[in-house]
């Protein structure tokens, strides 16, 4: 059985920024947990191909099933869906 990762635990993800539409326009993203309320909290639709299957991936991350940065790709491509911009950070 594979266990669940640390969520909050961001070293093995390359951070990005998203810039959202709303309150909170520019969207750190440096963790599976960020991504998971990105796409569950401030996602301006919830339908598309690609946003459905960043959602699905970032699940499989969450458990342990597949690597963190399977769900950054992922959300990079529900970004592009949906026509939010995205930013690389270095830090």
Not at 2 to 30: C, N, T
Not at 64 to 89: D, F, Q
């Amino acid at each position: 059985m594979v266990g669940i990762v640390d969520w909050y635990r961001g070293e093995d993800f390359a951070p990005l920024m998203l810039v959202m539409s709303g309150q909170e326009k520019h969207r750190l993203i440096r963790s599976l947990r960020q991504v998971g309320e990105a796409l569950v909290a401030a996602w301006p639709t919830d339908d598309g191909k690609e946003y459905i299957a960043a959602v699905k991936t970032c699940l499989d991350a969450i458990k342990g099933n597949i690597p963190a940065k399977a769900a950054r790709t992922a959300l990079l491509r529900a970004a592009e869906e949906a026509g939010i911009p995205v930013i690389a950070v270095v830090c």
